[in-house]
């Protein structure tokens, strides 16, 4: 295999069959199949979360051999969550079975001029609830023979011993020589009740440890302290980012324009060597269903795209490609191929295939 144009100093052998490796809680969602989240009587239960999202993607779309850790209630619920998971091809060979309660949260699908509700039913979690010492991660990247190494913000406002656990499993990942993917994920229910400077504070002792960050236009903003982050600025905050981090090497930006109609639109930027990319024209304009879960789409298809060594301008629009069909379909995981996604990327999502 020749060079990897987005991490030089990777030798060739390290490209070979990369397994990917995610840290995350994995959780229930319930979605109406009629009606609305208060008036509902029938409800599609499924598998969800971000960390389990971005793993799914890597395995059934994009092919990858992948493992989730994470710890799940020990009860027949838990066991039912085991299986869902499973049944997408993930790896659960560092799942823990533990005490605590399973995750839940509901949501809606989009509404035509109405907010969708949302609610999370997260405390008290098996994962909230583990030990510094829940997982030996020397061992894990040993027998894993991992290559990339994904978690996000979510993870580490759980509980009073996240932060530590995600601290421990990039240091032992960097040690390895994995490279180290980080989603800048806010969750304000899971950060509202802390101090105003607990989540950059955690994110501050994270991202050293970083090598690949996907962020939001309005993340990065929170993060750098911002009030709001202008979408024309968002080069700007893109590359301050890079100054405050320098040992990030890939930064992955999004800004998301919603258009009348439940339509969204979503343009990406990375940098990488210190130069900004971007697609020159207008992306597509799509239907949303569901936008649950286009970042984590985005962040599979990024990473995919590395292993693939695609060029900048390819990485950006599969990446694009991947956020804009996951919110044509429902739920959290992207449902489709990565055939459909590069030829959605090159524009063919017009015509019917015989």
């Known amino acids: 295999m020749t060079m990897n144009r987005y991490f030089p100093e990777k030798e060739a052998a390290f490209w070979c069959d990369p397994v990917f490796i995610s840290l995350g809680e994995a959780m229930l969602r319930f979605t109406p199949l009629y009606g609305r989240l208060h008036s509902s009587e029938l409800f599609h239960a499924a598998a969800a979360g971000s960390e389990l999202n971005v793993t799914k993607a890597m395995t059934s779309t994009f092919g990858r051999k992948s493992f989730l850790i994470t710890s799940i209630t020990d009860n027949v619920i838990g066991r039912l969550l085991l299986a869902k998971i499973r049944s997408s091809g993930i790896l659960t060979d560092f799942v823990t079975m533990t005490p605590g309660r399973i995750p839940l949260y509901f949501a809606e699908e989009q509404l035509q001029h109405q907010q969708v509700a949302l609610h999370f039913d997260r405390e008290g979690s098996a994962c909230s609830l583990l030990r510094k010492e829940a997982w030996d991660w020397k061992e894990i990247f040993t027998k894993s023979d991992c290559r990339i190494f994904h978690t996000s913000a979510i993870f580490c406002g759980l509980g009073k011993k996240t932060l ?19 989603d800048l994920n806010y969750r304000h229910h899971i950060w509202q009740e802390k101090e105003s400077n607990a989540f950059a504070a955690a994110i501050k002792q994270l991202l050293p440890l970083t090598d690949i960050l996907f ?99 390819d990485l950006l629009r599969q990446a694009q490609a991947a956020a804009l069909l996951a919110m044509t379909s429902s739920g959290d995981s992207l449902e489709s191929s990565k055939e459909e996604i590069i030829a959605f990327a090159r524009g063919n999502y017009r015509d019917l295939q015989r």
């Open 164 to 182: 530590a656990i995600q601290l421990n499993a990039l240091e032992a990942a960097k040690k390895k020589g994995c490279l180290t993917s980080f």
């Open 215 to 313: 962020a939001s236009a309005s993340t990065l903003g929170l993060l750098l302290g911002k009030i709001r982050t202008n979408p024309d600025n968002i080069e700007n905050t893109i590359k301050e980012t890079k100054n405050i981090f320098p040992d990030l090497k890939l930064i992955m930006a999004t800004d998301r324009k919603i258009h009348p109609d439940n339509r969204q639109s979503l343009e990406p930027f990375v940098m990488v060597e210190n130069t900004i990319h971007s697609i020159s024209e207008p992306g597509p304009i799509v239907q949303v269903r569901d936008r649950i879960g286009s970042g984590d789409a985005l962040a599979a298809a990024t990473l995919a795209g590395l292993l693939d060594n695609v060029s900048p301008q």
